[in-house]
């Protein structure tokens, strides 16, 4: 054999430097994938809340009589979770129309929060 053959192939080196990067870009994957997860369901949650102050606002302005003026709080039920949500009417700057403000939250403390603000006509 001469000493002009050479062998084809990786160093143990090069492929403990190959694995270590590969690794590195796994970890930041399975991150990302976690991080994603993790916004989803609090999107999710979001979406809930949101839709139970429309379903207050809608309530609300449908009503013939407006709320009266100060704040009313309640609980419902939507998408199999119980929802706390506080109504405040007050005064606009327009005297004839009232300011209502929504605000809804899970009953047990976590993600899921909403407001929403509509107007009506006011008492007269």
């Given at each position: ?48 809340a949101q839709m139970v102050a ?33 109504r405040t009417a007050i005064r ?33």
């Open positions: 054999m001469s000493m002009s053959n050479k062998q084809a192939g990786f160093t143990l080196i090069e492929m403990l430097v190959a694995l270590a990067i590969f690794s590195l870009a796994a970890l930041a994957l399975l991150r990302l994938g976690g991080a994603t997860a993790a916004n989803s369901a609090r999107l999710g949650d979001q979406a809930l429309k379903n207050i606002a809608v309530e609300t302005l449908s009503d013939p009589e407006p709320p009266a003026f100060g704040v009313t709080q309640g609980e419902a039920v939507n998408g199999g979770r119980r929802w706390r949500w506080t606009s700057p327009e005297a004839r129309i009232q300011q209502i403000q929504i605000e809804v939250s899970p009953e047990a403390s976590g993600p899921g929060r909403a407001r929403l603000i509509v107007f009506r006509r006011g008492p007269l």
